[in-house]
């Protein structure tokens, strides 16, 4: 019964330009107030998370107004897939770590740092040489490209996304990794066909809480 209830409530979610552009501009804003809050330079890049997420929310609306495959549609989709593909596996080790104190978390960092990287990397080079296609069903959006589901390859991704910040030592980053992580799974069960866009949104909408990192300090594990 819960679950049912739990469905019902994911399934009324609407997706759409409005949601999308709304999303980015709180983010933006998100992001400038937690920038605002970094006490160093090598904080700067975890707080800009908020910042490239309203950048990928802001292609998604543009992809929602533009509604039909075009030459321009067919850039903004692929843009939103570098954000999700290439550029999150990079980013999110490389921000985690660079605030990382920790020796042997550091460590752990850096392995996830090259894994993400030569992920990141693999994935880019498919969405530079392959079509990229979308169709808008049911307010979601869903993605087309053929690379290749490698079960073990996806594993990795997770890891080195939401585990990165998963095995900070920084309270409310291993918050924003499980609350990401746990998105994830929620994502995949209900809506496996548009399983990007939707995460993506999600995880956007979820990353307001580095600013709470950022802002309140509140200590290590």
């Known amino acids: 019964m819960r679950n049912k209830y739990i469905f019902a409530i994911l399934h009324s979610m609407c997706f759409s330009a409005t949601a999308s552009f709304v999303a980015s501009g709180v983010l933006a804003a998100a992001g400038v107030a937690t920038l605002k809050?970094?006490?160093?330079?090598?904080?700067?890049?975890?707080?800009?998370?908020?910042?490239?997420?309203?950048?990928?929310?802001f292609l998604e609306g543009m992809l929602w107004l533009i509604g039909e495959p075009t030459d321009l549609s067919?850039?903004?989709?692929?843009?939103?897939?570098?954000?999700?593909?290439?550029?999150?596996?990079?980013?999110?080790?490389?921000?985690?770590r660079m605030i990382e104190e920790n020796p042997?978390?550091?460590?752990?960092?850096?392995?996830?740092?090259?894994t993400g990287t030569i992920i990141g990397l693999s994935f880019a080079t498919f969405l530079i040489r392959?079509?990229?296609?979308?169709?808008?069903?049911?307010h979601r959006i869903e993605y087309f490209i053929d690379i290749p589901r490698i079960l073990w390859t996806i594993a990795l991704?997770?890891?080195?996304?939401?585990?990165s910040c998963m095995i900070s030592s920084h309270r409310m980053i291993v918050?924003?990794?499980?609350?990401?992580?746990?998105?994830?799974?929620?994502?995949?069960?209900?809506y496996e066909a548009t399983f990007?866009?939707?995460w993506c949104f999600f995880a956007a909408i979820l990353?307001?809480?580095?600013?709470?990192?950022?802002?309140f300090r509140w200590g290590s594990q």
Request: with cysteine; glycine share 4%; hydrophobic share 60%.
């Open 37 to 57: 809050n970094t006490k160093s330079k090598r904080e700067i890049p975890l707080a800009c998370i908020p910042l490239l997420f309203a950048v990928q929310q």
């Open 74 to 96: 067919s850039a903004i989709a692929t843009g939103f897939l570098f954000f999700a593909f290439a550029v999150w596996p990079i980013f999110m080790p490389a921000a985690v």
């Open 104 to 114: 042997l978390r550091r460590n752990i960092l850096s392995i996830f740092l090259i």
């Open 130 to 138: 392959l079509p990229v296609s979308f169709a808008i069903s049911d």
């Open 157 to 163: 991704y997770v890891v080195v996304t939401c585990g």
């Open 175 to 190: 918050i924003f990794g499980a609350a990401v992580a746990l998105s994830l799974a929620i994502t995949l069960y209900y």
């Open 196 to 198: 990007t866009s939707v």
């Open 207 to 215: 990353s307001v809480i580095l600013y709470l990192h950022f802002k």
